[in-house]
C-alpha cells in the first residue's frame, strides 16, 4: 500500500469543494453509462436566489439540501511536485443530500400569463413579443428537467409558435377540438389512421384555424405519423379518443365553478359535444381530480392545477371546500405535489387525521395545524 506525506496548504482553500451524496439510482445512471460514449447526459443545478436549489438529470429532479456533519472530510490532493506529497485542500464538515422532489412547472402559468393565445390575439404587434417568453427562458426559469418541462408543457397545452411559447386558451381548445370531430365525421376518416393534411386544410379554410396550431393540438391528443416539421400528403394521425373527450369534458365542466351541475346533466352536454360518433367516450373517471361532488347526484368544477403548491396551503384549500374525504377523494387532488404513494401518505398524516365512520375512513383537517 502507497504512503504519503500529509501536510496543509501554505493558503487556505476552505470552501472550494463541496460534497454531493449521490442517490443509488443516480449512481446507476452514471456508472451504467460510463462508458458508453453514444449516451449523452448531463446535471444541471437550477434555482434563483429565491429558490432551494435542485439537482436535474435529464428525466428526474432532485431537491439539494445541506447536512451538517459531527465530523468533517479532508480532501487530499497530489502535491505538483511530489506524487508521494498530499496536501489537505479543504475541510468539509457539510454535505448536500438528494432527494426527488416534484418540478416546479406550476411557474409555468406565471411566466407566460400575457402571451395567452386566442381567438383575436394570435398574431401581435412585433414590439410586443419582444417581452415574451422562449423555450429556453422558460427552461432556465423552471426548476424541472428537460423531460418533466416538455411533459408539463404539454399538458399545459402550451404552443410553441415562432420561437415563443403561448398557453392556447381553453375555450379556443375546446372549439378547434369539437371541429376537428365534426370534420373528422365529414371526411370519413378513420380515427387510427387520419389524414393529416386534409384535416389540416379544411380546418384553416373553412374555419381558420391555422396549420401550425392544429398540428400541434394533433400532437397533443394522438400520435403523428411523422415530426412536424416533416408533414407530407402520406402523414396520418392516431387520435387519442379518450383524451380528446376529456378535454372537451373539462371545457365543459369549467363553466360550473360557481353553480352545480346534476351528474346526469353534464353528461348529456358532453355527450352531445362529442357526437354520435364519440359519444360513448365520455366517462366520468377522465375528469378525476377536476371536480367534486356536493351530493350523490350533483357536481362542480374544482380542479388541482387551480390549488395552491405548497402542501399546508393545498391542505387548507381542500378542507375549506369540503369538511372531510375518503381516500379516493382526496388522492387525485395530491398527485401534482407528492412523488408517488409513500410521499401522499406521510402528507395525509402530517395534515390530515382519519376518522373511522360507520367503517368507512374519512379525512378531516387536523386541529390546530398538522400533526407529526
Not at 384553416?204 to 394522438?222: P, T
Amino acid at each position: 500500500m502507497p504512503t504519503f506525506n500529509i501536510s496543509f496548504p501554505s493558503r487556505s482553500d476552505e470552501g472550494k469543494y463541496k460534497l454531493l451524496e449521490l442517490p443509488k439510482e443516480l449512481v446507476a445512471l452514471i456508472e451504467s453509462n460510463i462508458d458508453d460514449n453514444s449516451y449523452v447526459w448531463s446535471l444541471s443545478i437550477r434555482g434563483t436566489g429565491e429558490d432551494d436549489a435542485v439537482l436535474c438529470t435529464g428525466e428526474k429532479t432532485y431537491l439539494m439540501k445541506a447536512v451538517t456533519l459531527s465530523n468533517a472530510y479532508c480532501i487530499l490532493t497530489p502535491s505538483q511536485e511530489d506524487g508521494r506529497e498530499a496536501v489537505i485542500s479543504d475541510t468539509v464538515k457539510q454535505i448536500v443530500e438528494l432527494s426527488p422532489t416534484i418540478p416546479k412547472t406550476f411557474k409555468i402559468k406565471v411566466l407566460l400569463r400575457d402571451q395567452i393565445y386566442e381567438e383575436g390575439r394570435e398574431e401581435v404587434d412585433s414590439e410586443v413579443q419582444t417581452k415574451w417568453k422562449s423555450h429556453s427562458d422558460v427552461r432556465r426559469a423552471i426548476q424541472a428537467s428537460d423531460k418533466e418541462l416538455e411533459q408539463a408543457l404539454r399538458s399545459k397545452r402550451i404552443l410553441n409558435l415562432n420561437g415563443y411559447l403561448r398557453p392556447l386558451a381553453p375555450s379556443y381548445l375546446n372549439t378547434a377540438l369539437e371541429l376537428m370531430l365534426n370534420t373528422l365525421v365529414s371526411l370519413n376518416a378513420p380515427k387510427d389512421s387520419v389524414p393529416v393534411v386534409d384535416l389540416v386544410e379544411v380546418l384553416q379554410s373553412d374555419h381558420d384555424i391555422s396549420r401550425d396550431v392544429m398540428l400541434q393540438i394533433m400532437a397533443w391528443f394522438g400520435e403523428l405519423g411523422d415530426a412536424l416539421n416533416s408533414i407530407s400528403q402520406t402523414t396520418t394521425w392516431k387520435m387519442d379518443v379518450h383524451a380528446v373527450a376529456r378535454q372537451i369534458g373539462l371545457g365543459i365542466l369549467s363553466r360550473y365553478r360557481e353553480a352545480s351541475i346534476t351528474t346526469s346533466e353534464f353528461t348529456s352536454q358532453w355527450r352531445t359535444a362529442l357526437g354520435d360518433s364519440f359519444e360513448a367516450a365520455a366517462d366520468l373517471a377522465l375528469l378525476k381530480g377536476n371536480y367534486i361532488r356536493l351530493q350523490a347526484t350533483t357536481l362542480k368544477y374544482f380542479s388541482a392545477e387551480d390549488l395552491p403548491a405548497t402542501p399546508q396551503e393545498r391542505f387548507a384549500d381542500l378542507f375549506l371546500t369540503k369538511s372531510s374525504w375518503e381516500l379516493d377523494e382526496i388522492t387525485p387532488f395530491l398527485e401534482d405535489i407528492a412523488t408517488d404513494n409513500k410521499e401522499r401518505d406521510k402528507l395525509l398524516m402530517k395534515y390530515t387525521r382519519s376518522v373511522d365512520r360507520n367503517g368507512t375512513v374519512t379525512y378531516v383537517s387536523a386541529r390546530g395545524g398538522p400533526t407529526g
